[in-house]
């Protein structure tokens, strides 16, 4: 137990390829792309950390329950097992699934959001803010001061900024159907939220009368988080965290495709019987029946199995050390990122690395396709490309322009990863050299999976 290399804690039972290709053909490939990641073929892609939602390993267990997965249209054995696994850790008494989180948000934004209504958040993610505004309601973010510095070593910089919480409460209360909190905070850093400060959003909640709800999709590496950094936590077994974190709410919306480590899935659970109903029936409009939503029955069986592996100690300390590997090995050679490591992803600060490069001109998008030229490595700006267009049509610079490398889970070796920090230290070497760049075509909203750029 005193040595220490962190393995992995599984051994490989099934490979992929990678195909290998020239930085010329990357340079061809990015070009033809519109220099959007997102454009690219996959198997032009050597390391894909664009997302770490959905492209994880299953394991052996996971496939076995694809094999006894059920098709039964209603009431499948898959579907008891996955109620039965959502329940254990999240004991709200309606589980309404779907096809990813994204649904379970658009079916709750439609059923309590609408003009004049506000939705804060600690940080919203892009389809959570998009869900939000779609039905022309208001998406507030509220996460603490630290939670916007990306050099601040607060050990819970997801935290809801619990007075401006108050504050908005106090003066619209009325307008606000709902008070969501993100665990962990994927536009701010991966960073997690205490459960003092949850406990303390709760407490607000309640003078108010607003129900909590959790985004939820990382939320055994939050809990970890809270075992590892809340010093009256420490020790604790992680399901029991996850139940203490469910228990301040009365609702969530989950991808399983992050922490329910399954490559598709997703689940809105609650405990208000009424909101359920209108849940359900705009469920039956556009996912499919109750018992299994917009999933197959083996779909469901991934997912059963998945959380039961997520909440593993052994799996989460691998996850969460294994992520800090990388990001603390780019802080040694001086590559600036997000401090601390979060644990889904190392996200390197863009204003910081490229401080000549305005935020309109997406400081973040120049050293991603930098990333990918250079080694095959496909990463994700999150910045002022992906928050910067205002739905009134407007520009400006979003919060933090930062460049994330998102880990898939229990996929890439550590030789993989030592790869990936050679890469980002070439690249952040030359980066004065890098220049920012123009927009050419994009869409009215989430402009970040389509745009096409030109390097200015
Ligand atoms: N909420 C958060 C915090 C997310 O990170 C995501 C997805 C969603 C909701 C939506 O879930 O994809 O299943 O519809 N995040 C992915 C990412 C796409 O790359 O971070 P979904």
Do not use: C, Q, W, Y
């Given at each position: 137990m005193e040595f220490r290399t962190i393995i992995e804690p599984f051994r490989i039972h099934s490979v992929e390829p990678l195909r290998l290709t020239t930085v010329a053909e990357r340079e061809t490939a990015i070009r033809a792309a519109g220099y959007?990641?997102?454009?690219?073929?996959?198997?032009?892609?050597?390391?894909?950390?664009?997302?770490d939602s959905g492209t994880g390993a299953m394991s052996r267990d996971q496939w076995a329950g694809v094999q006894r997965g059920d098709e039964s249209y209603a009431g499948s054995p898959s579907w008891f097992r996955f109620l039965e696994s959502v329940q254990d850790l999240f004991p709200f008494r309606h589980v309404i699934p779907t096809h990813q989180g994204r649904a379970a948000e658009k079916i709750l934004f439609t059923a309590i959001g609408g003009p004049g209504r506000v939705i804060p958040n600690n940080t919203h993610f892009d389809t959570t803010r998009a869900n939000v505004e779609f039905t022309g309601a208001e998406a507030v973010d509220l996460v603490i001061a630290e939670g916007l510095d990306?050099?601040?070593?607060?050990?819970?910089?997801?935290?809801?900024?619990v007075q401006r919480l108050d504050a908005l409460l106090t003066a619209r209360a009325r307008d606000v159907p709902v008070v969501f909190v993100t665990v962990t905070n994927n536009s701010g850093g991966g960073q997690p939220v205490s459960l003092a400060n949850l406990r303390a959003v709760r407490e607000v909640c309640d003078r108010h009368g607003v129900p909590l709800f959790l985004d939820a999709c990382r939320f055994a590496e939050n809990a970890w988080f809270i075992r590892e950094r809340e010093p009256e936590q420490a020790g604790r077994d992680v399901r029991d965290i996850v139940r203490d974190m469910a228990a301040l709410a009365d609702g969530m919306t989950m991808s399983a495709k992050k922490d329910g480590l399954a490559n598709i899935g997703g689940w809105l659970a609650l405990d208000d019987d009424a909101l359920a109903e209108a849940c359900r029936n705009l469920l039956i409009l556009t996912e499919g029946f109750p018992t299994y939503g917009g999933l197959a029955g083996r779909d469901l069986e991934a997912i059963a199995q998945g959380l039961r592996e997520v909440v593993d100690h052994d799996y989460l300390h691998y996850r969460i050390r294994s992520t800090a590997y990388l990001g603390e090995a780019l802080l040694a050679d001086g590559v600036p990122v997000v401090r601390p490591i979060g644990g889904h992803a190392v996200y390197l600060d863009a204003r910081a690395l490229l401080p000549h490069v305005p935020a309109l001109q997406y400081p973040g998008q120049s050293p991603a396709v930098a990333l990918y030229e250079a080694g095959g490595i496909r990463s994700c700006e999150i910045g002022t490309v992906m928050f910067g267009l205002r739905p009134d049509g407007t520009e400006q610079p979003a919060a933090l322009d930062l460049v994330r490398l998102a880990i898939p889970r229990r996929t890439y070796t550590q030789s993989h990863i030592d790869y990936v920090i050679e890469v980002c230290r070439e690249v952040a070497g030359r980066a004065a050299t890098l220049r920012g760049m123009r927009i050419v075509e994009a869409p009215r909203a989430l402009r970040h999976f389509t745009a096409r750029f030109e390097p200015l």
């Open positions: 959007n990641l997102f454009a690219l073929r996959s198997v032009d892609v050597l390391i894909d950390l664009l997302t990306p050099a601040s070593e607060h050990p819970f910089k997801g935290n809801m900024d």
